[in-house]
């Protein structure tokens, strides 16, 4: 890769967690810095997704979480489900990336990328229990893979309840670009005794719409899916290293990381590219 200055790196960070797609990355950093290639964009992505994933798996430990709300986003890559040929179906298709967001730090302490399944569910869990300081309420939808996973995971440790959504029929002339209508919804205990005013899935429903809005891979009926789904894992790690650390939440005035006592500072863009630096630099070190 071309080595660019900390503060040019960081640009075109900016420009990629704004949803901008590689190509249009690409074209607009070459008019502002005169000059950059697809592979110096996309090879940035890799190094500092990978470095955003290192990070927050060791940093986003011992949560002071409270209310913690989880779901699940479907994307794909390459291609949808059933155009996807065999030989490539461990690789591609349809791709579900599993959030967990705390209801009053707003942070996102644990993703994982997979199928939804009920093992996925299960990794998902587990790696969010592994990051609570202690009890917690806990809120899903009604996917009743989470019924296991939450009692494999956390065992009776846990204020469980599930939202259970009731739909209705499409809007006439609707049904393929409008959710279908929702009629009411069920409050279900599952364990422990979560308080009803709480049980809620709105926050990480909220969170969705950042992630189609704020990753271009995510936007719907368009080609700018991913291609490669080591690319869009690290797409997903960077889009939370800039919303944990980064962006500063409207509400909160801070960011989700400060608000969860994570880090007393305000990172920038740029403290995310010497951050990669520091990683990759003690990788190689070490692989020598």
């Known amino acids: 890769m071309n080595k660019k200055s900390i503060k040019e790196r960081a640009q075109i960070l900016s420009l990629l967690v704004e949803g901008n797609s590689l190509r249009a990355t690409t074209r607009i950093i070459r008019d502002i810095q005169g000059g950059c290639s697809i592979n110096t964009v996309t090879k940035l992505l890799e190094e500092v997704g990978e470095a955003c994933a290192w990070y927050q798996d060791k940093n986003l430990r011992n949560l002071p979480c409270k209310r913690v709300q989880v779901d699940e986003i479907w994307s794909f890559v390459?291609?949808?489900?059933?155009?996807?040929?065999?030989?490539?179906?461990?690789?591609?298709?349809?791709?579900?990336?599993?959030?967990?967001?705390?209801?009053d730090t707003k942070l996102i302490p644990s993703w994982r990328i997979g199928s939804r399944d009920a093992a996925t569910a299960q990794d998902f869990i587990a790696d969010l229990a592994g990051r609570m300081a202690e009890r917690i309420q806990l809120t899903s939808d009604g996917f009743t893979k989470y019924k296991d996973a939450v009692e494999n995971s956390f065992g009776a440790d846990v204020d469980y309840a599930m939202l259970v959504k009731i739909y209705g029929d499409s809007v006439e002339g609707q049904k393929r670009y409008s959710p279908a209508h929702c009629t009411g919804a069920q409050k279900r205990r599952i364990t422990g005794n979560p308080e009803q005013s709480?049980?809620?899935?709105?926050?990480?429903?909220?969170?969705?719409?950042?992630?189609?809005?704020?990753?271009?891979?995510?936007?719907?009926?368009?080609?700018?899916?991913?291609?490669?789904?080591d690319n869009h894992a690290h797409a997903i790690a960077l889009h939370f290293m800039h919303y944990n650390f980064v962006r500063i939440h409207k509400s909160l005035k801070v960011t989700p990381a400060m608000a969860a006592n994570v880090t007393q500072n305000l990172w920038?863009?740029?403290?995310?590219?010497?951050?990669?630096?520091?990683?990759?630099d003690e990788k190689n070190n070490n692989s020598n």
């Open 78 to 103: 390459y291609s949808k489900q059933k155009n996807t040929p065999d030989e490539k179906k461990d690789v591609a298709g349809d791709v579900w990336t599993w959030t967990a967001i705390c209801a």
């Open 268 to 280: 920038s863009l740029e403290d995310v590219v010497k951050m990669s630096d520091e990683y990759w």
């Open 198 to 229: 709480h049980v809620s899935t709105s926050y990480v429903e909220r969170q969705n719409l950042t992630m189609r809005m704020s990753m271009r891979r995510f936007t719907r009926l368009t080609n700018a899916f991913s291609k490669k789904l």
